[in-house]
């Protein structure tokens, strides 16, 4: 399967571009996520950090199994229940985090800021709804946004051939 996210080719050789292999290429350290964690020294930056929202409300429940099936093989802490905590907490949090650990010259940090993608998964709302955080960031670099289409309305992918 080839899954590509700017440049990413996720299970594929990517001809050109940087291929994402084992899950630890998306796993992202706790300390990033959570700015009270403690800091740990990291070999290597994960090549496709992920993010992960969950709308467990959409598709027929279907969002919880995902929420479940993406705690099981990524950090738990890289993916987020929208019923619990909204997007627009989380990545202010984020943000001001990687901007700490920047201005502390974690290298890290900046590594990871820099190849971030965001996955959400829900209809048209919950897509929407991350967008429009995402723009409101105003970030000088905006990460990349999978979707993965549960619940019913979901015209947003198709119409703009996602």
Avoid at 3 to 30: E, F, H, Q, T, V
Avoid at 34 to 42: A, G, L, N, Q, T
Avoid at 145 to 154: D, I, Q, S
């Amino acid at each position: 399967m080839d899954c590509r996210m700017d440049g990413c080719a996720i299970g594929s050789n990517g001809s050109g571009s940087k291929s994402c292999g084992p899950l630890s290429d998306y796993r992202i350290p706790d300390y990033i996520l959570k700015p009270d964690s403690e800091r740990v020294i990291v070999d290597n930056a994960p090549s496709c950090p992920v993010v992960v929202f969950i709308n467990s409300r959409s598709g027929g429940q279907l969002g919880s199994g995902l929420i479940k099936s993406y705690r099981e093989v990524l950090n738990e802490a890289q993916v987020f229940d929208l019923s619990e905590e909204s997007p627009d907490k989380v990545l202010h949090r984020l943000y001001a985090n990687f901007q700490r650990l920047k201005s502390n010259g974690d290298l890290l940090a900046i590594q990871i800021e820099k190849s971030l993608r965001l996955i959400v998964a829900g209809g048209d709302g919950t897509a929407s709804w991350l967008l429009g955080v995402v723009s409101d960031l105003k970030l000088t670099h905006s990460p990349p946004v999978a979707t993965v289409p549960l619940g019913t309305g979901n015209n947003l992918p198709f119409s703009f051939g996602w």
